[in-house]
C-alpha cells in the first residue's frame, strides 16, 4: 500500500518548482549567483565541522598513542647502530583454537546400525 504525501510538503514542492523555474525564466544570472553562493555555504560550514572533527580526532588519538607506548614499554631503538638481520624470522601467532576432545577411544557399537 503506498502512502501519500503530507498535503503541506506537497504544497511546499510546488511552490519551490514554481519558484525555481520563474527565476529560472526572469533572472537566470541571479539563480546561478544564488546557487554558487549556498554551495559557498554549505563548504564553508562542511570545512569546519571537519576541522573540528579532525581536531578532537588528533587530541584523542596523541592520548592513546602515549598511553599505548606506556603499556608496551616501546623505547625508540638508536638509529646509528645497525644491526644484523636475522636471516628466518618466526611469526609467533596465538592460537584462538581448542581441541575437543570427543569420542576418540570408543568403538561404534555395529549392531545399532
Known sequence: MRRRPFPLITLLIVFAIFGFSYRLWNDPIQLLKQIFFIIFI???FYGIYKWV???RF???YQR???QSKKLHHQKTKPTSKKQPRPTALKK???THLTVIEGKKGKKKNRASF
Request: proline letters at 0%; a positive charge; aromatic letters at 0%.
Open 53 to 55: 572533527q579532525r581536531q
Open 92 to 94: 609467533k601467532h596465538a
Open 64 to 66: 592513546a598513542v602515549k
Open 58 to 60: 588528533g587530541q584523542s
Open 42 to 44: 554549505v563548504a564553508v
